[in-house]
């Protein structure tokens, strides 16, 4: 490797919000980062390479995302290996009767088809002997009931099972060649954040979320948190070692809490 950085770091969601800020704070720690969003991302440092995916599209997923960071995480020179799975689509809010099918699926394949494959990749492709670390970008909503959020939660939910699940594969003595000897997940809530999430959210009539008024509040109070709060707690699990394998936080949670 040319630059002889020692941490890699793929990034989803780097043209906007929580992700955007978690690159941003990479690249301060000195990893070297991929970004990933269909926009491109306005941030502009030697170490930042972005490619421009629709996340959707999942049949040009394993190619897209071999051709932008295979060679990179895969380097015997890595130490530290770290996904982020922060791009969500938020959209299709409403009540479940109403809700288009074929737009259903697209939303799944961003938030949780992506994710999940994507994990899987980047555990096999990092060297063995590489500390690999993922978070997967949570919400409240993956264990909350939520009027008009079903598509939405019913993701986040499936995202955050699928943390549990791959750790137990990597936990196993039947996985080839052993447990793995340090890769773990965080599922991570970063709150009520102020993004151009939480503002479309808010943007949405009662009749579609019923809960909207609760957005609005929130936001009116102030009570929003900057993307680069939840972007230092991820950035600090990347950093360390001796995680569970699968471990869940919420912003402002104590490491281990
Ligand atoms: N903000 C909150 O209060 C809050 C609360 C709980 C959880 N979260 C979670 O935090 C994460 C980040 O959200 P955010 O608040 O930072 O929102 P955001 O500012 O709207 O960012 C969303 C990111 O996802 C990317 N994205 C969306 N659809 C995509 C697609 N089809 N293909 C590729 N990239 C796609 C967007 O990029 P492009 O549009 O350029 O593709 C953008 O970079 C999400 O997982 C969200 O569910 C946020």
Known sequence: MSDRIARVAL???TSSGIGEAV???LLRRNWRVVGASRRSAAIEVPRYTHFRIDLANVAELAARVEAAAGPLV???AVVRVALVNSAANPGLLGPLGRIDPVEMQ???AVN???PVWLMGWIVDRAARNAAVRIVNVSSGAASKAFPGLGVYVSSKAALRM???VFACELDSPDRPGGPHPDATILSYEPGVVDTAMQAAIRASSAETLPVVQMFKR???????APPERPAQEIADYLDHDKHLRFAERRLGDEPGA
């Open 11 to 13: 990034v989803t969601g």
């Open 23 to 25: 690159a941003r704070e």
């Open 74 to 76: 895969a380097d015997a």
């Open 106 to 108: 697209r939303v799944h």
């Open 112 to 114: 949780v088809t992506a």
């Open 162 to 164: 699928a943390g549990m």
């Open 218 to 224: 929130l936001a009116a109070e102030g009570l929003l």
